[in-house]
Structure formats: C-alpha cells, structure tokens
C-alpha cells in the first residue's frame, strides 16, 4: 500500500558570511551547507497496519510525512502509494490521504467548525448527500455536536484536535498520516483521542501512520515500530521487539525499614545504581528478572517502607536504539 | 543610560537587515523621482513661482529622503503588535513610563534611517538631479533642528496611533492614513501656499508643515528658524497628549486586564 | 468548472471570517478610501493649479489614475494572498494548501479575499468624472467606455501577474517585500501618472521590464487621444495575457523548487 525507497533528503541552508560587508556580499552569493535530513529510508506498510514512527527532535519524522503526503520532494528515492507517485500526482494521492498535523490546525480559523468541513467536502468532490452521512458518523464517534457552530479560534485544545481529526477524515481516505495527535492534550483527552484511533484501526480498518513523543501512543495502539534518528532507519518491528533489543533497565528504588538492612551486596542480576540513607536504587533488566522477583530478592535482607519503580524514559530507548 | 541602551539596541537590531534595506532605498529613490518627473512635467514652460524649476526639484528630493526621519517610524512604535500579544501590560507595570520606552527606541531607529536610508537616497540625489545645497554651516544646523522636531512630532504621533489599538485593535490603517494626509498637508510634494486656500488653511492650523515643509524650506534658505517656535509649540503640545494617553491606557488595561 | 465552483466557496468562506469581525471590516475599507482619495487629490490639486502635465489634462491624468486604481482592486481582490507569499512561506502554512486536492495557486489566491469597497468606489468615481468631462468635450464618445472596462480586466490580469511573477521570486529568496516595492508600488505609482512625464529609460523600463504601462498608459493613448490605432487595445491585452502565461510558468517551476528544497 505503502512503499518508500531509499529515500533521501537534503536541506541547503545558506551559510553565514565572514568578514567586511557579509551583509551585502550575502545578497549576491551564498555557499551552503547542506544538511541530511532523511538518509536512505525504506519500508513498506500493509493495509490494516498501525505504525508509530518515532525518533528525538530533528530526526526527520515530519520532513518524512511531508514527503509522503507530496509536500516535500525527495532528493532521491521513491514514494509509492496506491502504486502512484505523490509527487508527480499529488493531487489524485492527496484524495486518499488524510494528514493531521498536531501543531497546525487545517480548519478555517475564524470560521464555525462546520463551515471547514463545507469547504473540505467541496474540495475532495463530496456531494451533499455523501457528506451528510459521513459527518453524521464523524459527529457521533468524536462529538463533535457540541462546538460545530463555534469558530475554531473558540475551541479548546481537545476540542480542536478532534474537530482536525474530522477534518483529516471527512473524505473516507484509507490512510492516515498524523503527526502529533496527542500533543499537549490532557490525559482525558488523549485517551479519548487514542480509543477512536484504535477502532478505526479495527473497525473501519484504516492503515495509519502515526509520529509522537508519547511513550503510552505507541504502547496502547501500534502494532509497529520504525525508529528514526538523525535522518536514518534505526528499528522497525514490533514493540516488544524494541523492547528486547534495547534491554534498558527498570529502575527500582527501595526504601528499607531499618538501616541495617542496607549492608549487604546487590544480588545478581540487579546492579546496584547508588545508596542513600536506607534507600537502595538498583537496576533491573526485565528480559532477566520480572519485578516481582526482584522484590523477593531485594525482600530478603528487611522489611520494605516503600517501592518505586521507573520505567525506562522514552528519548532513551530511542537514543539507544541507534 | 536607559535613553542610550534602548535606542542602540534598535539601531544595531536595524543593522542586521540593512542589505534588505538598501535594495529598499532603490525602491524609495524610484518614488521620489516619479515625484521629480512630475514637477518637470510641469515646469515644462512655466515659471514656477519662487522656487523655479530647480528650487522645486530641490524641494522634492529633500522631502523624499527625509520622509525616513520625520514619516517612515514602526507603525505605531509597535504597539498594536504588544497590544495583540498582551506585553503591553507588562511593558505598562515596568518602572520606566511607556511613552519614554517606546521613544527612546524609536530615536535608535531614526538613527539608524538616517544613516542607512536618508543619506544614500539623498546621495543619490546629489548626483543624478540639479539639487539646490545650501552653503552656510548653519543652515545645515538649523535643519538638524528642524528634522529632529519633526522627528519627535512624527514619533508622538505613532504614538498616539499606536495607542488606538488598545480600543480599535487596528491601527495600521490610522498609521496610513495619517501618512495619506501628511502627504497631501505637509507640503510633501506640493508648497503650501500652492494648495487650494481652503486646503491651505487646514494645512497652516495643523502640525503637518512642520514634519515636511519648514524643514525642507530651512534647508534651502527659504524660511527664517524662527518658524521652529511653532514645531516647539506642536512639540510641547504632543508631549502632554501622549502622557494622559499614557494614562488612559493604564486605566483601560486594569480594567480590562489587556 | 469545478475549479469556478470551488473557488467561489473558499471566497466565500474568506469573507465570512472577514465579517466575524465587522468593525474591522468597514473601519479598514473606509480607511483604505480615505487614503486612495487623497492620494488623487495631490495629483489633482496640482493640475488644478497648472492646468495639464505635458498636455495631459485633469481628466485625463484622472482616467489613467482610475483605470489602473480599478485594476489593482480587482487583483488584490481575487488573489490577495499572492502579494503575502513570504508570510506563508516563512511560517510554512504553504504547506497546509499543499495537502488539499487543489491547484496550490488557486488555494493561495482564495484565502483571504476581500472587497476593496474603498478602492472600487474611489476609483469609479474618479472614472465618472474623468469620462464625463471628456464625453461633455466631445472628445470620447460611449465607444470608450466598453473599451475601458476590457483596459481594466486585462490590466487586472497585467498587475496580477506582475504580482505573481514577483511573489515567485520567494520561492529562491524568500524575503520578497523589498522586490515587491520596486516592482508592485514603485512600479504602479509611476504608472499613475502619464509616462511621457518620465525620462527614456524609466519609460523603456515601464513598458519592457516591468510593463505596467500597458494596464494603463499605452491603450489610453488610443481610447483618449486617438493614437495609433485600436491595435493598442489588442496589444496590451496581449502583453497582459503573455506575462499571465509566463508567470504560472515560473510559479509552477517555483513550486516544485519549494517542494524539492523547502524546510
């Protein structure tokens, strides 16, 4: 459905002038210093997949996704979708896409959230009736009834989200590509937002693409991984594939009722982190030990005040993963 | 000094942009000899009165090089830009008064245009165009007086205007305005007393000549200086409009809050 | 068509945002008039005074004003956001028209559209009475006035690609505003005024470089003095419609330039 490669792309940014009069000599030369932002990717995305692509800041998601939805122009390489190019038919692609950008809204800002979706159907060539139906599905699955006559401007964050979410889908694309649908929602409302994702993954079988620096987007909904960082391919599997691969450590950090407690060797496999009053921090690597053994073994130098566990931070494991 | 920071910092954070700027100028030297042509146009064949052809010229050019003093300032010292973010109020509770703030910066940026945008035009000027330069030192000191009068006559302006967006929320459309009528009442590309006399006498009873007209005839040796008691009249007057704005605008923003 | 269709619907999206806020909107058209009429005034006030320019008259010097006025209304009513290009291009929302299954340049020139109420009533106006005092001398008859009104389209379709052609030049530099004062207003002030006032390379560069004479100038000298022939009219149509043609070229080019270096 989705074919990408060897894909690659180059930003030139102009370099900054030394010396007398740089700001004059600027405006009729530049030298450049060209920048990799996607370096050699490919994949390949079924129908019905579900697929997180994650990387830090800067690694080339979003130039990633504009290319895909034909924005962008590779350097070098292929996009197929549908087995047509974006870029040499951008506007038939586009037809069959629907793109959220988390940070940008598409509506018409100063418009009632309906009149956006007017527009949009006129756009992708919806007739009256076919709109009706699906804006009706579209109302009840993100309720959106309670602010369509409200300018977009007016809307909370939520609110906007789910009014882009209707957007990006109103003309029935069969791929979703959403860069940052959760961003800086509250919990209420990235769950809400993730159970919708999830069933028309299932239910309406919807193949989506999906960027995010949400540890708990990835966990809940994506059956698929591509890891990326600076510009490159760094993983692209299952979950708990990414998980065994990187076998970062569960921190633990016990805090014992007595002192006496403390003197005593960390039992292998935990290592010990640091010791500070009668805490012990250790390390665990889940592939080894679940957590509930590695209480026991911690349970059988005293008796335990308190327990906290950390997981491992997410812009770690991507790090690592490269 | 909080005069000299503020406006430096203008003038070096103007410095930055200034090869846009001067391609910018060839843009503003174009404008100006639109306005010459015309007067040639005209002249074609008349007399035209005390300033002869060249006078006129002369008139015109100057007045287009020092629209970057006394015309072209931010549009209103940009505060609708504040006004809209609501720093405003922030720059409202600073213990320095707003009205200080905003002109010392703006002088930073006169600065800055005189050097980078007046005196290339005008440069320009010299060589392409019969320019009528005056040869005594002090006409050239009493036009420095004149053009910083107009200078802060225009900054009290922007001043006012910009203000206007605290209950217009646009003010860009009175800056241009004000501009349009400056043109037309600061003797701009017309003298004044070539104005119709009903023009004429909305002009006179305005600050407007003092911005374009008395400068430029100074400059030429047309106008005695004591017409700048009048830019100190108008000068003094805007000052006191501007402070009880100032308090206006407190007194809306702890209204409303912004 | 379809594309007609469409266009009509993101226009009349635009103006029901204008109209959300209606203080602003009526404040800014009378302003706009205010400042268009006095603008005229000057160049009247001054032929009023002298009688004529190089022997073009009041009315006269006022139709050449007016035609071009009406002309630039017209372009900056239907695409006004191609003079903004470098605000889209600098906050990146050229990429949001780039998703939607629409010409991008007739995306950007539906955004927000609005009636230069101001600017058409000062301009017909002023054509009102430039024509009428010429019509009263006898010296143009009703002929004229559907010529003018064709001068003014394709005058509209000269600006507009002027415009266009300009706004294009973002896509290599992006910071266009310098530019766009020497070819849109420096360009279009000169043009107010009739172009024999001009010395020869101002008025080679007016016709040939930049040739906004031809919205203006050049077919007047038929329409109103009756020079040359009516092959004037044809010609500047034709240099408005070539301009228009190598422009979407460039703008196609741009584009795809934007899409292969864009950030």
Not at chain 1, 18 to 29: D, M, N, V
Not at chain 1, 43 to 61: H, L, S
Not at chain 1, 102 to 113: A, C, I, S, V
Not at chain 1, 255 to 283: D, F, I, Q, W
Request: aromatic share 12%; with cysteine; net charge positive.
């Amino acid at each position: 459905m989705i074919t990408v490669t060897e894909l690659h792309k180059q930003f030139r940014r102009a370099a900054p002038k030394e010396g007398p009069f740089k700001g004059l000599r600027s405006l009729f030369s530049r030298d450049y210093q060209v920048k990799e932002a996607v370096c050699g990717i490919s994949f390949q995305i079924e129908p019905g997949e579900f697929v997180g692509y994650i990387g830090p800041n800067g690694a080339g998601k979003s130039t990633t996704i504009k290319m895909l939805s034909g924005i962008l122009h590779p350097t070098s390489g292929e996009v197929r979708i549908f087995d047509r190019s974006p870029h040499q038919e951008r506007r038939l692609v586009t037809k069959r896409l629907g793109v959220l950008f988390g940070q940008r809204t598409q509506l018409w800002w100063d418009l009632p959230t309906r009149d956006s979706y007017d527009i949009l159907a006129a756009m992708y060539g919806m007739d009256a009736a076919k709109k009706r139906t699906r804006l009706g599905q579209l109302r009840e699955l993100l309720a959106l009834d309670e602010f369509l006559d409200t300018p977009v401007r007016q809307l909370s964050l939520g609110q906007r989200m789910r009014a882009d979410i209707a957007a990006a889908l109103l003309h029935d694309p069969d791929i979703l590509f959403l860069d940052e649908p959760t961003i800086g929602l509250d919990v209420i409302a990235k769950r809400n937002i993730r159970q919708f994702l999830k069933d028309i993954n299932l239910n309406l079988g919807k193949t989506i693409m999906l960027t995010t620096h949400d540890m708990d987007d990835i966990e809940q909904l994506c059956s698929r991984v591509i890891v990326i960082n600076h510009g490159r391919l760094g993983f692209d599997g299952t979950i708990d594939d990414l998980r065994r691969r990187i076998g970062l450590p569960t921190i633990i950090r016990v805090t014992y009722n007595k002192a006496e407690s403390m003197e005593h060797e960390v039992p292998a496999p935990l290592r010990c982190h640091s010791r500070a009053g009668r805490t012990l921090t250790v390390e665990c690597n889940r592939e080894q030990l679940s957590a509930m053994e590695a209480l026991r073994l911690l349970e059988q130098f005293g008796e335990l005040e308190d327990v906290h566990m950390e997981e491992p931070n997410f812009e770690d494991i991507i790090h690592r993963v490269y | 000094m909080l005069f000299l920071t503020l406006a430096r910092k203008m003038y070096l954070s103007n410095l930055q942009y200034r090869s846009a700027h001067l391609v910018h100028n060839i843009a503003s030297a174009l404008f100006g000899l639109i306005y010459v042509s015309v007067w040639t146009g005209i002249g074609e064949g008349r007399s035209l009165g005390e300033y002869g052809l060249n006078g006129i010229i002369s008139y015109v050019a100057f007045n287009q090089a020092s629209l970057w003093i006394a015309a072209f300032l931010n549009n209103g010292l940009g505060m609708e830009q504040s006004v809209r973010t609501g720093q405003i109020a922030l720059d409202l509770v600073r213990p320095v008064h707003l009205f200080y703030q905003l002109m010392s910066k703006e002088w930073g940026q006169i600065a800055y245009q005189f050097v980078y945008k007046f005196l290339p035009i005008y440069a320009l000027y010299f060589f392409v165009l019969p320019l009528h330069v005056p040869s005594s030192v002090i006409t050239y000191v009493w036009t420095a007086v004149a053009l910083t009068l107009a200078a802060y006559i225009s900054i009290c302006l922007n001043y006012i205007i910009g203000a206007a967006a605290l209950w217009t929320t646009e003010s860009r459309w009175l800056y241009w305005v004000n501009y349009a009528f400056s043109m037309l009442l600061s003797g701009f590309l017309i003298p004044i007393e070539w104005l119709p006399p009903w023009l004429a006498a909305i002009s006179r009873a305005s600050f407007y000549p003092f911005l374009h007209y008395v400068p430029t005839r100074i400059y030429l040796g047309m106008e005695s200086p004591s017409a700048l008691a009048g830019s100190l009249f108008w000068c003094a007057l805007f000052t006191v409009v501007c402070l009880a704005v100032t308090g206006m605008m407190r007194r809306k923003v702890e209204v409303q809050g912004g | 068509m379809k594309w007609i269709h469409m266009y009509a619907l993101l226009v009349r999206a635009s103006i029901r945002s204008r109209m959300q806020y209606k203080f602003n909107f009526w404040f800014s058209s009378i302003m706009a008039a205010i400042i268009n009429v006095v603008e005229f005034l000057m160049l009247a006030v001054i032929l009023l005074k002298f009688g004529h320019i190089k022997g073009w008259s009041l009315a006269e010097a006022g139709y050449l004003y007016a035609v071009l006025s009406l002309s630039k209304a017209l372009y900056r009513m239907f695409a006004s956001d191609v003079h903004h290009l470098e605000k889209y291009l600098v906050t990146g929302s050229l990429d949001s028209l780039l998703l939607r299954p629409v010409p991008v340049l007739l995306a950007l020139m539906s955004q927000n559209f609005s009636i230069k109420f101001g600017e058409l009533i000062q301009g017909i106006a002023i054509l009102a009475f430039s024509m009428g005092t010429m019509m009263q001398t006898g010296q143009i008859t009703w002929t004229a006035l559907p010529l003018t009104v064709i001068v003014i389209l394709s005058g509209s379709v000269l600006l507009f690609a002027i415009g266009l052609l300009t706004a294009t030049a973002g896509f290599w530099i992006t910071r266009i505003e310098e530019l766009q004062n020497i070819t849109e207003d420096a360009a279009r002030t000169a043009a107010q005024y009739p172009m024999s006032i001009y010395p020869k390379w101002l008025q080679g560069l007016l016709i040939s470089v930049i040739p906004v004479g031809f919205a203006n100038y050049m077919p007047s000298l038929y329409i109103l003095r009756h020079e040359a022939g009516i092959w004037l009219v044809g010609l500047s149509i034709l240099v408005a419609l070539a301009l228009f043609t190598i422009a979407l070229r460039a703008w196609k080019i741009g584009l795809a330039r934007y899409q292969s270096t864009g950030s």
